[in-house]
């Protein structure tokens, strides 16, 4: 059993920022990717950003300059930091982890139950 703890989310003002976090835990041998994806109202879900265990970083392009994708391996956390933010911006926030129960298995993967980030105009 795997479980996320997101925090972080809120109301916040356009211009405004937010930090998310996302702390893994369970039965986890390791951790290939983690990262944030995003569902509007009435829109498909997004990816907004990743990071893998090598640290290589994926972003999408309405997100680059504004938001920061990080994490801690001993933590098995990820966060994100979100910075000039945008009425478009708002949505529930997913945080996302690819990962392995054991040595040599099958990478799985686990959504957390999502926070809600408002930004207001």
């Known amino acids: 059993q795997v479980q996320l703890v997101e925090s972080g989310g809120g109301l916040v003002q356009a211009g405004g920022s937010l930090r998310l976090s996302c702390a893994a835990s369970g039965s986890i041998f390791s951790i290939n990717a983690m990262g944030w994806y995003r569902q509007a109202p009435g829109k498909q879900r997004e990816l907004v950003a990743a990071?893998?265990?090598?640290?290589?970083?994926e972003y999408a392009d309405s997100v680059k300059g504004r938001f920061t994708v990080s994490r801690d391996n001993a933590k098995n956390t990820v966060y994100l930091l979100m910075n000039s933010l945008k009425p478009e911006d708002t949505a529930v926030y997913y945080c996302?982890?690819?990962?392995?129960?054991?040595?040599?298995?099958?990478?799985?993967?686990?959504w957390g139950q999502g926070t809600q980030v408002t930004v207001s105009s």
């Open positions: 996302h982890v690819k990962y392995r129960r054991w040595e040599n298995t099958p990478w799985r993967a686990y």
């Open positions: 990071i893998t265990s090598g640290s290589r970083m």
